[in-house]
Nanobody, 125 residues
Framework: QVQLVESGGGLVQAGGSLRLSCAAS????????MGWFRQAPGKEREFVAA????????YYADSVKGRFTISRDNAKNTVYLQMNNLKPEDTAVYYC??????????????????WGQGTQVTVSS
């Protein structure tokens, strides 16, 4: 079992920045692909960003490319999401997730077997 705990969410004005963290315990963090997803009220959970086990490959949704940066520290079992130039449409609950096999598409939420509880990000206009 892998446990994930997100933190760093909050309320920010448009144009501002936030840094989300996701601390993992259990399993072998350094071997897992990690992803960030988000879900706004009344909408499906959508892919935001993913990172390979080594950190050498990163992937982003078009809507956040150039504004968000995913990174990881395997020594600390933590993955991060730096969010800059935030927009009201970024408002959502943000979840981190573990893909232990990394065989399917990085953006497919069904490839991820463990999820955190989520952290709320609210961007005011």
């Amino acid at each position: 079992q892998v446990q994930l705990v997100e933190s760093g969410g909050g309320l920010v004005q448009a144009g501002g920045s936030l840094r989300l963290s996701c601390a993992a315990s259990g399993g072998t963090f350094g071997t897992y692909r990690m992803g960030w997803f988000r879900q706004a009220p009344g909408k499906e959970r959508e892919f935001v960003a993913a990172i390979s086990w080594s950190g050498g490959n990163t992937y982003y949704a078009d809507s956040v490319k150039g504004r968000f940066t995913i990174s990881r520290d395997n020594a600390k079992n933590t993955v991060y999401l730096q969010m800059n130039n935030l927009k009201p449409e970024d408002t959502a609950v943000y979840y981190c997730a573990v893909d232990r096999r990394a065989r399917g598409h990085y953006g497919d939420r069904y490839e991820y077997g463990f999820w955190g509880q989520g952290t709320q990000v609210t961007v005011s206009s």
